[in-house]
Structure formats: C-alpha cells, structure tokens
C-alpha cells in the first residue's frame, strides 16, 4: 500500500488534489485516530499525529476538522537516543524553546574470544549503561522544566536504550505522554532535532483503491 508523509502546511492542498482525481468525494469519517474519505471507487485514509480527535462523519469532502487538528501548535517534548549520543528538545509548534544535546563514548562489540572478549563485553556494559543515565539526566533536565505546558512527547532512536531511560524514576510523570511512533534518525545531533518536526508533525496518508 502506498504510503505519505504530509506536513501541515502542505496536506490541504494534497487532500484537494486526490479529491479532485478520485471525487467526487462522498463521506468524510472522523474515527478517534483516523480521518478518511470516502468516494465512488477510492478512499483515503489519514492518521494524524497527537490523537485522539473528535469522531464524527459528513457527507462530502470536509477537511476541516483534520487540519483544525493538525495545524495547531503544540508544546512537544522529543527524546532522541542511539549508544553513545543522545538530545532532547522542548519545542512550541516548530520552534525549538529549549534543548540540550550530548554524548559519550561506548565501542562497539568485539569479536575476538576468551577473557578478552568477556573483560571487553563488560567494559562496553558500563560505558552503555553510564551513556544511558546521562541521556535520562539530559531528558530530566529539559523536559520536566516545561512539564506543564506539555502535551506529547516524542521518541527517536533506539528503542532498547529508549525504554532504559524511560525507566528513569524521574521520567515517571512523561510516560503517559509519549507517542507510540519511534522516529528512525540518525546519531542525535542539534541539526538533528531540529529537524524532527518534519517527521512528528505529519500525517501519514494511505490511498485505497
């Protein structure tokens, strides 16, 4: 199944084209996570970020209440971790507001055998675990300043060592915040997160025949 990735600022325009190639469209649904667009021999399917929305349904094209929900601004926190780097961002709409990014240094596995490798593992262990704890410090110190103001919080990364810092007791209260979708990015870098808003601001979008 094809497959978008729409920003905001260019979904309308995106949704009026398809409207026009497969309309007339006849039924608009609004599910809780999902908006799509019914017409004769074709649908739409949208998933937005930051669900839930308000069900309902109409007939016709009616967008509204999808870009009503997608071009809000919203204060998101992001967590960004791979081994050895991580960052964290608090961002207001597409504004960075506050952010902090860092790193430290685990090797990667060795291949020899015997003692060596063993001395080796367990050296990498502790590097790991020490990156780890300095990515949740980086997390804590970012995020819980802005704690009230947020409404979401985005991951990116590894998913292993992304639950090892969520298991930080001071991430407690992010939890019930943070978004099922884990954004692949690269090695977390300021350029990095900064750009992470092409990525959790958009809507995936899957045509069906």
């Known amino acids: 199944m094809e497959r978008y990735e729409i920003p905001p600022e260019r979904l309308l325009r995106w949704l009026e084209r398809w409207a026009e190639r497969e309309g007339p469209v006849e039924r608009t649904v609004v599910r809780r996570e999902r908006v799509t667009f019914e017409a004769a021999g074709a649908a739409l399917d949208c ?21 009503d929900h997608v071009t809000r601004d919203r204060v998101v926190g992001v967590i960004l971790v791979r081994l050895g780097g991580h960052a964290a961002g608090v961002f207001s709409g597409r504004r960075l507001v506050s952010s902090k990014v860092g790193s430290r240094n685990v090797h990667g596995r060795h291949r020899a055998g015997g003692s060596s490798q063993r001395r080796f593992e367990r050296r990498r262990e502790g590097q790991a675990r020490v990156a780890l704890e300095a990515a949740a410090d980086v997390a804590a110190n970012v995020l819980l300043e802005h704690r009230r103001d947020l409404e979401a919080v985005v991951l990116g990364g590894d998913r292993r060592a992304l639950q090892t810092v969520l298991e930080d007791v001071r991430l ?12 692949d990015v ?20 899957r045509p069906r025949a």
Do not use: K, N, W
């Open 172 to 183: 407690r209260s992010l939890r019930p915040l943070v978004q099922e979708r884990v954004l």
């Open 186 to 205: 690269p090695d977390p870098r300021l350029a990095v997160l900064r750009e992470t808003p092409d990525a959790f601001l958009a809507t995936t979008l």
């Open 47 to 67: 998933d937005p970020p930051f669900p839930p929305l308000e069900p309902r349904s109409a007939d016709g094209f009616d967008p509204a209440p999808l870009l």
